[in-house]
T-cell receptor, first 111, second 116 residues
Framework: LAKTTQPISMDSYEGQEVNITCSHN???????ITWYQQFPSQGPRFIIQ???TKVTNEVASLFIPADRKSSTLSLPRVSLSDTAVYYC????????????FGGGTRLMVKP | GAGVSQSPSNKVTEKGKDVELRCDPI?????LYWYRQSLGQGLEFLIY????????KSGLPSDRFSAERTGGSVSTLTIQRTQQEDSAVYLC??????????????FGPGTRLTVL
């Protein structure tokens, strides 16, 4: 499994854009980059997944450079309710691949 | 459609008792996973079901833990003779078709187990 490295914590203010970068130097050819969000006492919630370049959905954008050794999750105009832990995972595209969550990035959004 | 559901949401039990935790995956999802998460920790894989294949039990911490999946849908995780170290949030996830680009695992809300 490719190991990921991301900041332990980040602080932001309401209305700002937040960018969380994740390093995954040993990513394999068939690996996808996946981000989850987790609130206290809840299960992880899938946010976005990508393979290369840029992916955007209604929640976030994911930027992946050509070498795929890192990725950046971008949250536009965060609100207090975006305070959560964000996990970056590298996952092979087979159902047998169980997910391994590291420590994640604890995002604190302040008023 | 509906997401993954789990019951009960909270379970408090006494040491030595057996508990059953239930997971209803997303309709049509063929793969089902059980994980557990201790306070402030990452997820620990327990067991994985894929269709009618034999489950991958490699993550089960002891023989007190078992799981079954009936009819390829609902799954039950059973912990026998519970111990205090079993206290954690037990999470279930399901996944759709293997090999479909962009598919991933969707989690339920979890069952918080407290062993007194």
């Amino acid at each position: 499994l490719a190991k990921t490295t991301q900041p332990i914590s980040m602080d932001s203010y309401e209305g700002q854009e937040v960018n969380i970068t994740c390093s995954h130097n040993n990513i394999a050819t068939n690996d996808y980059i996946t981000w989850y969000q987790q609130f206290p006492s809840q299960g992880p919630r899938f946010i976005i997944q990508g393979y290369k370049t840029k992916v955007t959905n209604e929640v976030a954008s994911l930027f992946i450079p050509a070498d795929r050794k890192s990725s950046t999750l971008s949250l536009p105009r965060v609100s207090l309710s975006d305070t959560a832990v964000y996990y970056c995972l590298v996952v092979g595209n087979n159902a047998g691949n169980m997910l391994t969550f590291g420590g994640g990035t604890r995002l604190m959004v302040k008023p | 459609g509906a997401g993954v559901s789990q019951s009960p949401s909270n379970k408090v039990t006494e040491k030595g008792k057996d508990v059953e935790l239930r997971c209803d995956p997303i309709s049509g999802h063929t793969a089902l996973y059980w994980y557990r998460q201790s306070l402030g920790q990452g997820l620990e894989f327990l067991i994985y079901f894929q269709g009618n294949s034999a489950p991958d039990k490699s993550g089960l911490p002891s023989d007190r833990f078992s799981a079954e999946r009936t009819g390829g849908s609902v799954s039950t995780l059973t912990i026998q003779r519970t111990q205090q170290e079993d206290s954690a949030v037990y999470l279930c996830a399901s996944r759709g078709l293997a090999g479909v680009p962009g598919d991933t695992q969707y989690f339920g809300p979890g069952t918080r187990l407290t062993v007194l």
